[in-house]
């Protein structure tokens, strides 16, 4: 009987909507909105959010192994718990703090699969003197190379070069903060004093902003081997290992693994920065709420014009209907306008919502800041997508599916 | 139902209730048969029921109780689905309304069925589209818009809409009611025509006296029940 496959409903479709241009197009503009804010806002606050962890990052590893002081223990250890231990005198043992073989524990860090950046470090409070002028801070003895892979150095660098600190021993790169206090400038001479006694005549090779100026006005970074000097100390001397992991969300759960495998303490940049990590996970929580609320919001906004469109059309569902068109076709008819409408409207969206990133991140905040920190989040531009057209696709669907199930009748007698 | 083959269409103790404003037996045990070619007109006054009765028998309605066979199928337990293509390849309805679909051409219209159906080809059913209006006079007015057009064409266009799938069966509820008295005749003579010349069946329900003397048979209804 049927021998021909016409494309009636398509047809009609795309009739509904080319000869009701202006309405098909404030149709897809309710799809352009919802999805042009939905984007919007998930890229501030992402874009929010992950200046805020870079700026945690500029000197913080994802994972730091370290040994801690300890109380020197009784050499030998009565096993009968019914006596007791006596250990005379007990200290801080002063070898305590030193890592064994640095460079073997290195070494198997590597091999680790998650692992993208090891570095050993050392650190120490000095003094740094020019004339009479005098600031307290830290120093950090870093292979610089390392240390620039794993932090992003040279793009906190304000002045010289970071690589010049490989090709000159005393070399110091200095926080301009330190410069300012000091009235330091590049390729001046310092005096760094350590805590030991050791003073030490260095020149400035490059000076350090990182934007947060608790770091800027205490840290400078020198060669590894300087710092051990300073702390008297020889090559082997290591007082840290840091280390950058692939997704730092699930630093925390490699601290059990490294402790087994060092046998030192590890610590997770969370527990380090307990504040900071509670303030990501509460901004974490808002933004989802938000983006939720958003999702809601414009899901509701499509749903309800779409849902109009369609109403508005009821008659000639019924018309549709008594001369033959199924239910079925019927869905067929109202979702594929639905889709078009949607994809007309996602398109729009797309180049509203990169119109506004890009408005947005030319707005001089200044400060630690400087630009709005919004940028363009292929990941939220992809779920946009998605949910347009998912939500299309229902706000067609599910009014066209109700009118569907209907006696033609029954929509007449109206 | 009866054995004759001569049965196009036929119901047996067709009953319908209303529920509002409140429980109402709009129908009450309808029983009876139309034959192949016949011309059947149902007339009553507002609200005898002609009108609901005929929306059943189109499949319009399906909330109704005993039974309905169109060409020896039994209808009531029918899906919608199954209900939409017998409408579709069938029964032409023709309404008091021209219920035409305002975006498309004359043409269209007419041709929609007709592609649902998917019989002929699109050039098959655009020549027949043709040929259908201009057998009603509307051939100059195939391409106008549907809602550019007087009262009478657009009566006269969902008419030609019915009758592109060949129906089994035409069924018109008050199609001159719409009309002064001289597109009425001029729909009037296509009914006549249509069961004279094509022997098609129809059934209709009209106020029109004139209408109703000029068919074969004339079923009279009043409180929901067929009195003559």
Request: proline share 2%.
């Amino acid at each position: 009987m049927k021998n021909y496959q016409h494309n009636i409903n398509g047809e009609i479709a795309y009739t509904h909507l080319f000869s009701r241009k202006k309405q098909t197009f404030i149709a897809a503009l309710g799809v352009t909105v919802g999805i042009a804010i939905f984007i919007f806002m998930n890229s501030l606050m992402n874009g929010f959010e992950v200046a805020s962890t870079e700026s945690l990052f500029k000197s913080t590893p994802h994972i730091r192994i370290y040994k801690n002081d300890a109380i020197s223990k009784a050499l030998v250890v009565n096993k009968d718990t019914n006596k007791i231990n006596v250990l005379a005198n007990p200290k801080i043992t002063s070898e305590s703090k030193k890592i064994v073989n640095p460079a073997e524990l290195i070494k198997i860090l590597k091999n680790e699969a998650e692992v993208v950046g090891v570095t050993p470090n050392v650190s120490a409070n000095v003094f740094y003197k020019n004339g009479d002028s005098e600031v307290s801070g830290r120093i950090s003895g870093v292979v610089i190379e390392d240390q620039n892979a794993m932090f992003n150095l040279q793009s906190y660098i304000a002045d010289g070069d970071y690589n010049s600190l490989s090709g000159y021993q005393n070399g110091i790169i200095m926080g301009v903060g330190i410069a300012e206090k000091l009235n330091l400038r590049l390729n001046d001479n310092v005096t760094v004093t350590s805590a030991l006694g050791v003073n030490k005549l260095m020149k400035i090779v490059a000076l350090l902003q990182t934007k947060n100026s608790a770091i800027d006005k205490s840290l400078s970074y020198i060669n590894l081997p300087v710092a051990q000097q300073l702390q008297k100390q020889s090559p082997s001397y290591i007082t840290d290992i840091y280390l950058n992991v692939k997704d730092y969300e699930k630093a925390k759960s490699y601290v059990d693994k490294y402790k087994r495998l060092t046998g030192y303490d590890v610590e997770d940049w969370e527990t380090a920065n307990a504040t900071a990590a509670a303030a990501n996970k509460m901004r974490k929580m808002m933004a989802m709420a938000i983006s939720f609320s958003i999702m809601l919001v414009a899901a509701f906004g499509i749903y309800n014009i779409l849902n109009m469109t369609i109403m508005e059309k009821l008659n000639d569902i019924a018309i549709l209907k008594a001369i033959g068109f199924s239910g079925k076709d019927i869905v067929k008819i109202f979702v594929t306008e639905a889709i078009i409408i949607g994809v007309i409207g996602i398109i729009i969206g797309l180049c509203f919502a990169l119109l506004l990133v890009k408005l947005m991140s030319n707005l001089w905040v200044g400060g630690d800041i400087g630009f709005f920190p919004i940028r363009i989040f292929p990941k939220y531009f992809g779920i946009g997508v998605i949910f347009g057209l998912v939500v299309t696709f229902f706000a067609g669907y599910l009014p066209a599916r109700k009118a569907a199930l209907l006696d033609p009748i029954s929509i007449f007698r109206k | 139902m009866s054995n004759s083959d001569n049965i196009l269409l036929s119901t047996q103790g067709v009953g319908k209730y209303f529920y509002e404003p409140e429980k109402f037996k709009v129908l009450n045990d309808i029983s009876f048969d139309i034959k192949k070619g016949e011309f059947v007109t149902m007339i009553g006054k507002s609200g005898s029921g002609k009108s609901t009765l005929l929306y059943i028998l189109s499949t319009m309605d399906t909330d109704y109780e005993g039974n309905l066979w169109l060409d020896k199928e039994n209808l009531t337990q029918q899906s919608k689905e199954r209900l939409a293509e017998i409408r579709n390849e069938k029964i032409g309805f023709v309404f008091q309304f021209h219920y035409l679909l305002p975006e498309f051409s004359c043409l269209k219209n007419v041709m929609i069925p007709a592609l649902k159906l998917g019989k002929y080809s699109r050039e098959e059913i655009e020549e027949k589209a043709y040929k259908t209006l201009s057998l009603l006079g509307l051939k100059d007015q195939a391409l106008k818009s549907a809602s550019k057009l007087s009262g009478g064409q657009q009566q006269r266009v969902a008419i030609a809409r019915a009758l592109i799938n060949d129906p089994k069966i035409i069924m018109g509820d008050e199609p001159t009611g719409n009309l002064d008295s001289k597109n009425t005749s001029i729909v009037f003579d296509i009914f006549k025509q249509l069961t004279s010349e094509f022997n098609q069946t129809v059934i209709a329900v009209t106020h029109d006296n004139d209408f109703a003397k000029a068919s074969d048979r004339i079923i009279e209804m009043a409180d929901g029940r067929i009195i003559g």
